[in-house]
């Protein structure tokens, strides 16, 4: 379904990501690791089309799509989720669905949030759908509140609605999870496997050791842009390469999840 193939980005002096090379098979959910800084958002911004790469290229369902728009690629079956939510806060739960469902045919969130439909046979149709979106998610009860209302664990949920909304084929999710609880967090690796269970492929970017081993048929790992390591998530927890580029970071808690998995 997809192929990255020799990407590399380069930021000014700042390689990103080094020749990176893999694909991803229909209907898995697929995890892309690596500690902070790693290049994991700059590899989906380059899948999302936000930017293209230095070299290399990039092919969905056949098609070549790093040289195309973002507005190109969207409407293919792509969508995606943000490290940094992108929520509207003062338009309500339904609302911020709907403009997802613009950007199936609209360049970006904010144009999509201006052009909400006129025809209001449309737009029945659009809030219909997108309560489907709210109700799958769990958020269906307060579709009429303001997104701005709402704790990190329900906003992470509207962004997946929104994501879904799109009608995916392939949906990215960055860091989903971040911020999450314990409770929320398995509820939301719930949430994922039941996204992929409508025939969705998942490529999920997520720090959570417990969520990506449980749920992930392949994991991606990626140390200083390069990939260092793919495989099974068994045979990524007993990777020496793995462990390693764990351990020499400072991040004590990646190191503890490793360790402890
Ligand atoms: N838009 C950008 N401009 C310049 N440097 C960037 C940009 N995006 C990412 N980088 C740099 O690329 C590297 C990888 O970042 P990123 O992909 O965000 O890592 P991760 O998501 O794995 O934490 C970092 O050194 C980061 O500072
Ligand atoms: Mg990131």
């Given at each position: 379904?997809?192929?990255?193939?020799?990407?590399?980005?380069?930021f000014?002096?700042?390689?990103?990501?080094?020749?990176?090379?893999f694909?991803?098979?229909e209907?898995?959910?697929?995890?892309?690791i690596?500690?902070n800084?790693?290049?994991?958002?700059?590899?989906?911004n380059?899948?999302?089309?936000?930017?293209?790469?230095?070299?290399?290229?990039?092919?969905?369902?056949?098609t070549?799509?790093?040289?195309?728009?973002a507005?190109?690629?969207?409407p293919?079956g792509i969508?995606r989720t943000?490290?940094?939510l992108?929520?509207?806060?003062?338009?309500?739960l339904?609302?911020?669905?709907?403009?997802?469902?613009?950007i199936?045919?609209?360049?970006?969130?904010?144009?999509a949030?201006?052009?909400?439909?006129?025809?209001?046979?449309?737009?029945?149709v659009m809030?219909?759908?997108?309560m489907?979106?709210?109700?799958?998610v769990?958020?269906d009860?307060l579709?009429?509140?303001k997104?701005?209302s709402l704790a990190?664990?329900?906003?992470?949920?509207l962004?997946l609605?929104?994501?879904?909304?799109?009608?995916?084929?392939l949906?990215?999710?960055?860091?989903?999870?971040?911020?999450?609880?314990?409770?929320?967090?398995?509820?939301m690796?719930?949430l994922?496997?039941k996204?992929r269970?409508?025939?969705?492929?998942?490529?999920v970017?997520?720090?959570?050791m417990?969520?990506v081993?449980?749920?992930?048929?392949?994991?991606?790992?990626?140390?200083?842009?390069?990939?260092?390591?793919?495989g099974?998530?068994?045979?990524i927890?007993?990777?020496?390469?793995?462990?390693?580029a764990?351990l020499?970071t400072d991040?004590d808690?990646?190191k503890?999840?490793v360790?402890g998995?």
């Open positions: 379904m997809l192929e990255v193939k020799s990407v590399t980005k380069k000014g002096g700042v390689i990103a990501n080094q020749d990176v090379s694909t991803i098979e209907n898995q959910i697929v995890g892309l690596g500690p800084g790693a290049g994991k958002s700059t590899l989906f380059m899948i999302s089309s936000i930017f293209p790469p230095t070299t290399g290229e990039i092919f969905f369902l056949g070549r799509i790093d040289q195309m728009p507005f190109k690629v969207a293919l969508s943000f490290q940094n992108q929520v509207f806060k003062n338009m309500t339904i609302e911020n669905v709907m403009v997802g469902q613009h199936q045919t609209k360049t970006s969130i904010l144009g949030a201006l052009l909400l439909p006129s025809s209001r046979k449309e737009e029945k809030y219909e759908e997108a489907k979106y709210l109700q799958f769990g958020l009860s579709y009429n509140h997104a701005g990190l664990g329900k906003l992470r949920l962004e609605a929104r994501a879904l909304a799109t009608k995916p084929k949906l990215l999710l960055d860091e989903i999870a971040a911020g999450l609880n314990h409770k929320e967090t398995q509820e690796s719930e994922i496997k996204v269970d409508t025939g969705v492929t998942v490529f970017v997520e720090h959570d417990d969520l081993m449980s749920i992930c048929d392949k994991i991606i790992v990626l140390d200083q842009g390069m990939k260092i390591a793919e099974t998530p068994k045979e927890q007993t990777n020496e390469a793995v462990i390693t764990y020499g991040i808690e990646e503890e999840e360790i998995s």
